[in-house]
């Protein structure tokens, strides 16, 4: 195991940055009729791959993440010119020649229908286009696996919102056995998150999803401790719902750590794991940072051999350039890779699931920051795009609708965006007590979301659950809501009951009632906890007054806090401080453009040389490194980062293990500018010893906890010196808060993955 939480949520906590490319792509003086493969060879005088890739990325809606990666169009003119050439290119050319040909694209291609290629080959994408438009979705199906991955993503670049609505609108794949997925249904995804793995904060918020009648896709909790031991425990508090209701077969669970845990875990206890997980990248590059490859992949597939449930995973356009692995090409294609790469895992599931593949994604649209994209509007058409993307593949295309406190989308835009992209019917969304994830600190879909999205969309539940729903009386048989809908205490209840409590109904309550408050009424009071949905507002769609306001508070402290910077007092609170500072030139260029927080600059290299020059051959095993990332706030707080750094250096000492004496404070820095840290460290240790650099760093705002994380990289000094230090030989301590992982535990816990990792 290479971490300690998902990598997925490592890469949209946004603090590891990016490696950039930039640039903006012109395209002029196009000529009539002529395609990209024509223009490219007579602008160049051959074929030239990175144009290809530029016109290809040039032909996209505006986003800031194809800009970094330098395939943005630099104006609309360049743009439109874009799309012409694109509109007359062949299917069979673009087939033929890969944006990127790498493993994945070999095993996407293998993916691919030949017979159906064979008959959309000689198309133009134009044609394509007025196609999917104008045809039935039982045409469509006929032709549609004819196209690799990268034509599928081609096809978004072409079409306005409208378009991609008009298609979305006439195609769907659902699940084996449901309606999930299916025309006029929408699922949700509960997402029971708690900052400390608590298995009762977990199962409550279950208790609060069912009291909406809310939750039929899978139960999927995000672990913050991915260990093996942790991640069976999240897995039994998610089984102990299912089989007490007598769910099985009727709702999954799934802990998102990493596959590699999972599967271990299912070897030597199948009953524990229901579904299985993992995130996906687009290009080799990028899916090494998850610790994963294609060969890795297959083989989980068929682990799931005889099982009802297959695989479900996780995208996000931007994921593959903010971990250093676009490989050049546009974040819509190589989402839409994504999607081939599921395609292909789904086929293997096909043959070895007694019922066909049980298998999803869902799409964490606006999960990473700014550097992606920033405003409602791009969320609305990342979402619409990658629906499409993965429809056209045959996969149960689910969507989280969801924005960063460092984005441009308020709590109220997420209504306007939902809104807006609920008419192309994905198959799933998440579904959280409130928009506010009190784990991850991002903003999504809350279960009373869900509730709204059904009266103003006539969507429906998944008949399996509707009928639980009715069972537990949170629904009465005409399909309306009781007096115990948004009562989780009732939920309780009928839990007890069904796991055989003999107890009065009456008992029972006054219990679940206690139980609510230790967990809500601590959270609102304290910030320790989790907040659970209860009741309603003026409408049953609505969030209860308390609880709004006290969302509403957070979200405003979390902007606040996004902001901070180190003060002259902190800093001077640090014993032996050494102070750092990455090519940021403020806070608004750190937020807007990632990049530069993760790169030292010339000053502070040459004081870290000076450091490393002072040790005299005598690198120590253990580098202290403290950044603001993105929460100044919780790294000055007097009961987090200085306790945590007493504890670190008393177990570090009882461990055999020596530290410098300075502790670098970064402003403005992310993960990677710890990585630069070492690097320039350890660049002339023993090569053959292994050095460690211990990184303190801000997580996102939001949860009201102020909480930061640890990274840990511990490689060999010559790892170091070749600069190969990345996420994926990374792991981390995350949640650590005076309410969630005290300082002094987590200092432990940090020195015990140091042993194992440096071999001690």
Not at 416 to 430: G, R, S, T, V
Not at 552 to 560: M, N, P, W
Not at 568 to 577: H, M, N, T
Not at 711 to 728: F, G, L, N, S, T
């Amino acid at each position: 195991m290479k971490r300690l939480i998902l990598i997925a949520a490592l890469f949209c906590f946004g603090l590891f940055g990016f490696s950039t490319y930039s640039g903006a792509v012109t395209i002029k003086d196009v000529k009539p009729g002529e395609d990209v493969f024509k223009y490219v060879t007579r602008v160049k005088g051959s074929f030239d791959q990175k144009l290809y890739q530029q016109v290809i990325g040039a032909a996209n809606a505006f986003k800031e993440g194809d800009k970094t990666i330098g395939v943005a169009a630099d104006n609309e003119a360049s743009r439109e010119n874009a799309r012409k050439l694109l509109a007359n290119t062949k299917i069979k050319d673009i087939t033929s020649h890969p944006l990127l040909n790498d493993d994945l694209y070999k095993f996407i291609a293998k993916s691919t229908n030949t017979a159906q290629y064979n008959k959309i080959k000689d198309w133009t994408m134009g044609q394509m286009k007025t196609f999917l438009l104008t045809k039935s979705e039982s045409q469509i199906k006929a032709v549609m696996f004819g196209m690799n991955s990268e034509v599928v993503g081609c096809l978004p670049k072409l079409m306005s919102n409208q378009e991609l609505i008009a298609v979305n609108k006439k195609i769907f794949n659902p699940l084996p056995g449901t309606k999930i997925g299916a025309k006029g249904y929408m699922g949700a995804r509960i997402q029971p998150n708690s900052p400390t793995d608590d298995p009762e904060e977990i199962q409550w918020q279950v208790f609060s999803a069912f009291s909406y009648a809310v939750g039929d896709l899978v139960l999927g909790t995000n672990p913050v401790d991915g260990t093996k031991e942790q991640t069976a425990n999240v897995e039994a508090a998610l089984k102990g719902v299912v089989d007490a209701f007598k769910l099985n077969g009727v709702i999954p669970w799934c802990v998102l750590a990493h596959v590699d845990v999972q599967r271990e875990i299912f070897n030597e206890n199948p009953e524990l794991v229901n579904m299985m997980f993992q995130s996906l990248a687009g290009t080799d590059v990028a899916n090494k940072t998850f610790d994963i490859t294609v060969a890795k992949m297959v083989d989980h597939a068929k682990s799931r051999a005889g099982q009802q449930y297959g695989l479900y995973y996780e995208t996000g356009q931007g994921s593959d350039f903010t971990n250093g692995g676009a490989e050049g090409v546009d974040m819509v294609v190589l989402e839409s890779r994504k999607y081939g790469f599921a395609r292909g895992l789904s086929q293997i599931l096909a043959e070895v699931q007694p019922s066909g593949a049980y298998s999803h994604f869902n799409d964490v649209a606006g999960f990473i920051g700014p550097e992606v994209f920033r405003t409602r509007d791009q969320l609305v058409r990342c979402t619409l795009e990658d629906i499409l993307m993965g429809k056209l593949q045959g996969l149960t295309a689910g969507l989280d609708i969801c924005s960063t406190l460092h984005m441009s989308v308020s709590l109220d835009d997420l209504d306007w965006c939902i809104d807006q992209i609920m008419p192309a019917n994905p198959a799933y969304l998440m579904a959280l007590p409130t928009k506010n994830d009190p784990m991850l600190s991002y903003l999504t879909t809350a279960y009373q979301d869900h509730v709204r999205i059904r009266d103003k969309f006539g969507y429906k539940v998944n008949d399996a659950m509707w009928t639980f729903f009715k069972r537990i009386q949170v629904i009465d048989k005409n399909g309306k809501p009781t007096k115990h809908f948004g009562d989780p205490v009732w939920v309780y209840y009928q839990y007890q009951v069904a796991k055989g409590d003999k107890r009065s109904q009456q008992a029972i309550m006054a219990e679940g009632k206690k139980k609510f408050d230790e967990i809500h009424t601590t959270w609102l009071k304290t910030g320790n906890k989790v907040p659970l949905a209860s009741g309603y507002g003026k409408n049953i769609w609505d969030l209860n007054p308390e609880l709004d306001k006290k969302i509403r508070e957070l979200y405003a402290d979390a902007k606040k806090a996004i902001w901070a910077e180190f003060t002259p007092a902190f800093i001077k609170s640090v014993p032996d401080s050494l102070q750092l500072a990455t090519l940021s030139k403020d806070r608004e260029n750190y937020i807007v453009h990632p990049d530069t927080g993760e790169q030292l600059n010339q000053q502070s290299v040459a004081t870290l040389q000076k450091l490393r020059d002072s040790w005299q051959g005598k690198a120590p095993d253990v580098q202290i490194v403290i950044s603001d990332g993105l929460n100044a706030n919780s790294i000055m707080a007097p009961e987090h980062t200085v306790p945590y750094i007493t504890a670190l250096r008393k177990e570090l000492q009882a461990a055999g293990l020596t530290a410098d004496k300075k502790n670098i404070i970064i402003t403005s820095g992310r993960v990677r500018a710890g990585y630069m840290v070492g690097d320039v460290l350890f660049d002339k240790a023993d090569p053959n010893k292994p050095r460690a650099v211990v990184h303190i760093i801000g997580e996102r705002p939001g949860t009201g906890q102020n909480a930061f994380s640890v990274y840990i990289a511990a490689p060999k000094a010559k790892v170091w010196a070749e600069k190969k230090v990345d996420h994926d030989i990374v792991k981390v301590v995350s949640g650590i808060s005076k309410q969630a992982t005290k300082p002094e535990d987590a200092a432990k816990q940090t020195v015990r993955l140091l042993k194992g990792m440096m071999k001690i």
